[in-house]
């Protein structure tokens, strides 16, 4: 089995910046394929923010295009949501999804981490 854990939301004033981290462990981990951040706030629909493929392609929703950048460190298991110039309306949960390859045979495992608030204050 495999856990995602999600670090790095919190309350920030409106042009700061803020990173998210989702850490994958649990069992062997061969490499992470892709990856996905949603978010959600209180009387919206949910929103893919970024995907990143395992063919490293980037898709960014049009709101954050060039305020964002999704990343990851196959070594250390980990993605990240770089979040800059942030404003009142990033306000919401954020959430990671991610498959991994956890063996030699193409075996994947999906999930997604428990979600991290980020508040932006204007």
Known sequence: QVQLVQ??????QAGGSLRLS?????RRIIKINEIFWYREAPGKQRELVANSTRD???NYADSVTGRFTVSRDNAKHTVYLQMNSLKPEDTAVYSC???VLIDDYGTTWFGGGQGTQVTVSS
């Open 7 to 12: 670090s790095g939301g919190g309350l920030v």
């Open 22 to 26: 989702c850490a994958a462990s649990g």
């Open 56 to 58: 490293g392609n980037i």
């Open 97 to 99: 999804y991610v498959e």
